[in-house]
Nanobody
Framework: QVQFVESGGGLVQPGGSLRLSCTVP????????IGWFRQAPGKEREGVAC????????YYVDSVKGRFTISRENAKNTVYLQMNSLKPEDTAVYYC??????????????????WGKGTLVTVSS
């Protein structure tokens, strides 16, 4: 089973920023489309942002457009999610996954539910 390693979460005030990182040991991430997904209590897991093998091919869910930026740094084999102007409703556990495709309608996950532990983002005063 693939182990996704997410990091960068924490407690932040509304309006603050965090940068999440995703690494998949054993895989070269520039060969894959990567998605960030999040799940809050009582909510379905939703695709937040994803990036294709071509970096310009991205998707953002409407609620984070203009605030979040997904990017890839191939030299570090890492995908990032820069999160600015955070809101309490962004509070969730954030996961990354490589079994993702970028569509106009969203980030579509087609993998084997081999999710990592995720990283918790808490936005609160």
């Amino acid at each position: 089973q693939v182990q996704f390693v997410e990091s960068g979460g924490g407690l932040v005030q509304p309006g603050g920023s965090l940068r999440l990182s995703c690494t998949v040991p054993g895989f070269t991430l520039d060969n894959y489309a990567i998605g960030w997904f999040r799940q809050a209590p009582g909510k379905e897991r939703e695709g937040v942002a994803c990036i294709g093998r071509i970096d310009s091919n991205t998707y953002y869910v409407d609620s984070v457009k203009g605030r979040f930026t997904i990017s890839r740094e191939n030299a570090k084999n890492t995908v990032y999610l820069q999160m600015n102007s955070l809101k309490p409703e962004d509070t969730a556990v954030y996961y990354c996954a490589k079994d993702t495709i970028v569509l106009r309608t969203g980030c579509r996950y087609y993998g084997m539910n081999d999710w990592g532990k995720g990283t918790l983002v808490t936005v609160s005063s």
